[in-house]
Structure formats: structure tokens, C-alpha cells
């Protein structure tokens, strides 16, 4: 089916390791995006990206790296995990007026 | 720059009562806005978008919302509550190209329905 995929769904890691989260769109659409999502803050974007190989950071980038070497894939690394970083992680594309959200990666780093 | 803000973090109302969600915004250039809600360990989910069209714009679920430039306001409303109603909603703005297409979010309101 059409649409964007989130990988893992759920995934514990340790402080200090380096984990990726995927994010795969099945359409061709330039924009992709990466939110986390914390309590009383609602979704905060870390990075976020115009089309392959142009990313740009967002509102809380510190901690993460991205790359966009394919227009369908935009994954987000957390280089040296910390306990701050456990949250909720939403990837998202964008087309003309709508915006389109994954299922979502719950992190917790242990 | 642009944000949002939503009044209460918490609304609770009656099965059957009015639904009223605040939102305002700042942003520097015509917004576009959303509503959008999330059930409990899902995604988000749009219920409505204004891009410039119709003030009054109408959405899933019987859900409405009036963009008001002069109170810079995009309140949700629902006439009649329903119980599958209880999430959190969440109110956006784009800026478009001036901001790189982002959405910014307001914090979201969970909205409780009591039967």
C-alpha cells in the first residue's frame, strides 16, 4: 500500500548508543520531515528536508543527524543516545497543502 | 516566525454538549492551518486544513473551524460531543515557503467526554 512507514515501532536502546530510526514514503513527495513528540511540549520538529540531499534543522536538531541520499527514505540517527532523547518520533511528508504522518517510533533510551 | 497557542491543555464536556477547542496563532506571512487529532498510541490524523479559501472550513467527524484574521483565532468546534471524540487535537501553522514548509504545533488539548 501507498504511504509512509515508520521503523521500529518501538525500540529500547542504552545511553551512549547510536540508533537509527527509518522513515520510508511510497509516494515521490520533496518534503520530509522529523517531529518528536513530548508531553506538554505537542510535536516539536528536529529536522527536516526540501528533497534529496538538502536537509535543514529545525526547532530541537541538537543530538541527531539525517541524510537524504534517496527521495523515499529520510532516516534519523541519534548519534550517542541520552535519556532526554526517549520520546515519541512522528516522520512526515508534504504535498502541496497536506501533510501526511507516520505511525510513529516510540524510543526509550535506557 | 510563526507559533500557535492552545488555550487549555485540558477540555472535559458532556456526551451530546458543544466542543469547543481555542487556537491562535502568530505568523508573518498568510498561515495555513490544521487541526489535527491523535488517539491514544497512533498517528496524527487531519481533521481540517484552511488554505486561504473558505473562512469557515469543514472536516471529518462533523468537526468545523473559522479562521478569523483580526483575532488571528482557528477554533475547532463540534456541535454535539461524541464519545469517540475523547484524543488530542492538535492545531498547526504553515507558513509555507517562508519557513520551509514546516508545521509548527500548538501543545495540544485532550479533550475528555463524559457520558
Known amino acids: 500500500d501507498a504511504g509512509i512507514t515508520q521503523s521500529p515501532r518501538y525500540k529500547i536502546t542504552e545511553t551512549g548508543r547510536q540508533v537509527t530510526l527509518m522513515c520510508h514514503q511510497t509516494w515521490s513527495h520533496s518534503y520530509m520531515f522529523w517531529y518528536r513528540q513530548d508531553l506538554g511540549h505537542g510535536l516539536r520538529l528536529i529536522y527536516y528536508?526540501?528533497?534529496?540531499?538538502?536537509?535543514d534543522k529545525g526547532e530541537v536538531p541538537d543530538g541527531y543527524v539525517v541524510s537524504r541520499s534517496k527521495t523515499e527514505n529520510f532516516p534519523l540517527t541519534l548519534e550517542s543516545a541520552t535519556r532526554s532523547q526517549t520520546s515519541v518520533y512522528f516522520c512526515?511528508?508534504?504535498?502541496?497543502?497536506?501533510?501526511?504522518f507516520g505511525s510513529g517510533t516510540r524510543l526509550t533510551v535506557v | 516566525a510563526q507559533s500557535v497557542t492552545q488555550l487549555g491543555s485540558h477540555v472535559s464536556v458532556s456526551e451530546g454538549a458543544l466542543v469547543l477547542l481555542r487556537c491562535n496563532y502568530s505568523?508573518?506571512?498568510?498561515?495555513?492551518l490544521f487541526w489535527y487529532v491523535q488517539y491514544p498510541n497512533q498517528g496524527l490524523q487531519l481533521l481540517l486544513k484552511?488554505?486561504?479559501?473558505?473562512?469557515l472550513v469543514k472536516g471529518i467527524n462533523g468537526f468545523e473551524a473559522e479562521f478569523k484574521k483580526s483575532e488571528t483565532s482557528f477554533h475547532l468546534t463540534k456541535p454535539s460531543a461524541h464519545m469517540s471524540d475523547a484524543a488530542e487535537y492538535f492545531c498547526a501553522v504553515s507558513g509555507e515557503e517562508t519557513s520551509g514548509s514546516r508545521l509548527t504545533f500548538g501543545e495540544g488539548t485532550q479533550l475528555t467526554v463524559n457520558p
Open positions: 484552511y488554505t486561504s479559501a473558505a473562512t
Open positions: 528536508s526540501a528533497a534529496a540531499d538538502i536537509t
Open positions: 512526515a511528508t508534504k504535498r502541496q497543502h497536506g501533510y501526511t
Open positions: 505568523s508573518s506571512v498568510p498561515p495555513y
